[in-house]
T-cell receptor, first 114, second 112 residues
Framework: EPEVTQTPSHQVTQMGQEVILRCVPI?????FYWYRQILGQKVEFLVS????????KSEIFDDQFSVERPDGSNFTLKIRSTKLEDSAMYFCASSGQAQNQPQHFGDGTRLSIL | GENVEQHPSTLSVQEGDSAVIKCTYS??????FPWYKQELGKRPQLIID?????GEKKDQRIAVTLNKTAKHFSLHITETQPEDSAVYFC???????????FGTGTRLKVLA
C-alpha cells in the first residue's frame, strides 16, 4: 500500500536556526497538508496546499512558516527562525482528488529545538 | 470554526470486552468524520470514517455511528484485543475547508 514518507525522522536544531522538513506524498494525491502534535496533545492543522498554492492555513502558520512543492514529488515545510515552542512532531498528509477523500499521514518528523 | 470534544481521555477494558469512544462537534455543516489510531511514536492511521449521509458504518470489529441532530459520533470496538491498545483520535472535516479538526484523543488500554 502506498505511504506518505517523511524525512528526517528526528531533527535537532538550535533556536533561531532554519529547518526544512521533507515529505513525499502518495503519488497520485493532489492535496497536501502539514499538521503538528505537541507531545501528549492533539494533532493540530497547520496548512493545506493544492495546485501549487496554499489553500488555507491556521493561526499557528505565521510568517516564520512556509511550504513549497519544489518538484513533482516533494512537499516541504520550512520554519525560518525556530523557537523553543516549535518543538513538536510534524506530520505531513496527503489526500486524493476530491475534497472529502481521507487524509493519509506520514510517520512524522520529531523536531527538537534546543 | 469547528470544535471537537472527545471522551473519555483514558479507557481501560478487559480483553474481549467492548470499547466506546464518543465525540461531539460544533459545526452542523461538517460532513466527514474520520477516526485515527496512533500507536506510540507512530503515524495516525485511518481506521474508519463516516460521511454525514449515513448513520452507521462497520468494518469487522470496528463501527462508527453518527447522530447529525445531536452532532455526535462514536467509535465502537468489539471483542477488544491487546493490539487495540493505542491512542484513538476522532476528527471532523471543517465544512468548506480541507482541514481536519481533531479531538484530544483517547488512550485505550486493553488488559489481557
Amino acid at each position: 500500500e502506498p505511504e506518505v514518507t517523511q524525512t528526517p525522522s528526528h531533527q535537532v536544531t538550535q533556536m533561531g536556526q532554519e529547518v526544512i522538513l521533507r515529505c513525499v506524498p502518495i503519488s497520485n494525491h493532489l492535496y497536501f497538508y502539514w499538521y503538528r502534535q505537541i507531545l501528549g496533545q492533539k494533532v493540530e492543522f497547520l496548512v493545506s496546499f493544492y495546485n501549487n498554492e496554499i489553500s488555507e492555513k491556521s493561526e499557528i502558520f505565521d510568517d516564520q512558516f512556509s511550504v513549497e512543492r519544489p518538484d513533482g514529488s516533494n512537499f516541504t515545510l520550512k520554519i525560518r527562525s525556530t523557537k523553543l515552542e516549535d518543538s513538536a512532531m510534524y506530520f505531513c498528509a496527503s489526500s486524493g482528488q476530491a475534497q472529502n477523500q481521507p487524509q493519509h499521514f506520514g510517520d512524522g518528523t520529531r523536531l527538537s529545538i534546543l | 470554526g469547528e470544535n471537537v470534544e472527545q471522551h473519555p481521555s483514558t479507557l481501560s477494558v478487559q480483553e474481549g470486552d467492548s470499547a466506546v469512544i464518543k465525540c461531539t462537534y460544533s459545526d452542523s455543516a461538517s460532513n466527514y468524520f474520520p477516526w485515527y489510531k496512533q500507536e506510540l511514536g507512530k503515524r495516525p492511521q485511518l481506521i474508519i470514517d463516516i460521511r454525514s449521509n449515513v448513520g452507521e458504518k462497520k468494518d469487522q470489529r470496528i463501527a462508527v455511528t453518527l447522530n447529525k441532530t445531536a452532532k455526535h459520533f462514536s467509535l465502537h470496538i468489539t471483542e477488544t484485543q491487546p493490539e487495540d491498545s493505542a491512542v484513538y483520535f476522532c476528527a471532523a472535516q471543517e465544512s468548506g475547508t480541507y482541514k481536519y479538526i481533531f479531538g484530544t484523543g483517547t488512550r485505550l488500554k486493553v488488559l489481557a
